[in-house]
């Protein structure tokens, strides 16, 4: 049985959102991105371009939006996964580091990759 002092850091009120965001240019559907921020970690589940914008810089934009909703929301930290044949390189250059992998999944002959951003921020330095 759990005493008072204990059950304090176990049953404690956490912040969970989801959220997403689409851009458009001219009208024209570019892209978005979603996730959900869960206590103090923001974590990307989707971000997706049209073929046609790719190279454009909208990614890059997506992510600058999420991480100032993320500083926004006082989080400490921004996750995301990534297969081997898509986007690593890409959040490597926003700043994402990998924190582990797995090999062989989902299937034989591809990685799976964690990575992270710690973000800096006046009310959590």
Same mark, same amino acid.
């Given at each position: 049985?759990?005493?008072?002092?204990?059950?304090?850091?176990?049953?404690?009120?956490?912040?969970?959102?989801?959220?997403?965001? +689409? *851009?458009?240019? %001219?009208?024209?559907?570019?892209?978005?991105?979603?996730?959900?921020?869960? !206590? #103090?970690?923001?974590?990307?589940?989707?971000?997706?371009?049209?073929?046609?914008?790719?190279?454009?810089?909208?990614?890059?934009?997506?992510?600058?939006?999420?991480?100032?909703? +993320? *500083?926004?929301? %006082?989080?400490?930290?921004?996750?995301?996964t990534t297969?081997?044949?898509? !986007? #690593?390189?890409f959040y490597e250059k926003?700043?994402?580091?990998?924190?582990?992998?797995?090999?062989?999944?989902?299937?034989?002959?591809?990685?799976?990759?964690?990575?992270?951003?710690? *973000?800096?921020?006046?009310?959590?330095?």
């Open positions: 049985m759990l005493d008072a002092q204990r059950s304090e850091h176990f049953f404690i009120e956490v912040q969970n959102q989801s959220f997403s965001y +689409a *851009l458009y240019e %001219d009208g024209v559907y570019q892209g978005g991105i979603t996730g959900n921020i869960h !206590a #103090k970690e923001l974590h990307i589940s989707l971000l997706a371009l049209h073929a046609t914008s790719k190279g454009k810089g909208y990614g890059q934009k997506l992510i600058q939006v999420v991480e100032d909703f +993320a *500083l926004h929301n %006082d989080c400490h930290t921004l996750t995301v297969q081997s044949f898509q !986007a #690593k390189p926003q700043g994402f580091q990998v924190f582990g992998q797995l090999e062989d999944v989902p299937f034989a002959g591809t990685t799976r990759y964690y990575l992270v951003k710690r *973000l800096k921020n006046q009310k959590n330095k």
